[in-house]
């Protein structure tokens, strides 16, 4: 059921995401850009605050919402990104050439995901599944007084 979160977001790869700018919460919409596994790949501008804000406090979460479903992540960031992988990224990714003139401009960085929570509200009771990947457990529950367990 994991790799139904997975494939969920390869699908629907603009994502909410969500930093910290000191004990604030700061969301923008970002596109994951490569998947390779749990690691979900992005690039920014050296820049930009957001930037500033990963170098600060790599804690992050995403979320991803379409038709009645949604896949939220968490984890941290890394900026140990090999060059290949961000010259794919770069190379494959059809607005960043209109934008930064080489793939050299950009930051690059990886999501290593911890925790996964998925949610599907379509089907009677909908389901709910969350997936700690540090200590490798999976919890289901449902939404709703009436549905609790």
């Keep these: 059921m994991l790799q139904k979160a997975l494939d969920f977001l390869k699908e ?24 390779d596994g749990t690691a979900l790949y992005f690039a920014t501008s050296a820049k930009k605050d957001v ?3 990963l170098k600060a406090n790599p804690n992050v979460e995403i979320l991803s919402v379409a038709d009645k479903v949604s896949v939220r992540g968490a984890g941290k960031v890394f900026f140990d990104v090999a060059d290949e992988v961000k010259q794919w990224i770069y190379n494959n990714n059809p607005v960043l050439p209109r934008l930064y003139t080489s793939y050299e401009k950009l930051e690059y960085f990886c999501l290593r995901l911890s925790k996964v929570d998925y ?3 379509n089907p009677t009771p909908p389901v709910l599944l969350h ?17 609790e367990k």
């Design 51 to 53: 930037y500033k804000e």
């Design 119 to 121: 949610y599907d509200l």
């Design 12 to 35: 629907h790869y603009e994502v909410a995401f969500a930093t910290c700018e000191g004990n604030l919460p700061k969301v923008r919409v970002f596109q994951i850009m490569k998947h």
């Design 131 to 147: 997936f700690d990947l540090e200590n490798e457990t999976v919890a289901e529950g449902f939404v709703g007084e009436r549905f």
